[in-house]
């Protein structure tokens, strides 16, 4: 059984910078597909970065320069570095993983588990 534990949201002001972090439990992921989601209110869960088990990386347009994902192999974590954030990334922010290669970008449907979701709220 596969376990993603979400860490690093809260609350900031438009320009500042967050650190997400996912801690995947019950095996080993360091080869697993990985991406971080997004979800506002009355919205569709959007993807917002992935990684693939080979290390390509895809994000969003509406993040490029902005986010950083990545790997924190030592940790066994997949870590998602936000900066000049807006008012506009405010959402519940999910990591997903899947065992299987995964198509970049893919659909939330294509992600077999899930983590709980921490918020980020961005204040103008």
């Known amino acids: 059984q596969v376990q993603l534990v979400e860490s690093g949201g809260g609350s900031v002001q438009a320009g500042g910078s967050l650190r997400l972090s996912c801690v995947v439990s019950g095996r080993t992921y360091s080869r697993y597909c990985m991406g971080w989601f997004r979800q506002a209110p009355g919205k569709e869960r959007q993807v917002v970065a992935q990684?693939?088990?080979?290390?390509?990386?895809y994000y969003a347009d509406f993040v490029k320069g902005r986010f950083t994902i990545s790997r924190a192999n030592n940790e066994n974590a997949l870590v998602l570095l936000m900066g000049a954030l807006k008012p506009d990334d405010t959402a519940m922010y999910y990591c997903?993983?899947?065992?299987?290669?995964?198509?970049?970008?893919?659909?939330?449907?294509?992600?077999?588990?899930w983590g709980q979701g921490t918020q980020v709220t961005v204040s103008s």
């Open positions: 997903a993983a899947n065992p299987m290669w995964v198509p970049q970008p893919a659909a939330a449907s294509e992600y077999e588990y």
């Open positions: 990684i693939n088990g080979y290390d390509t990386i």
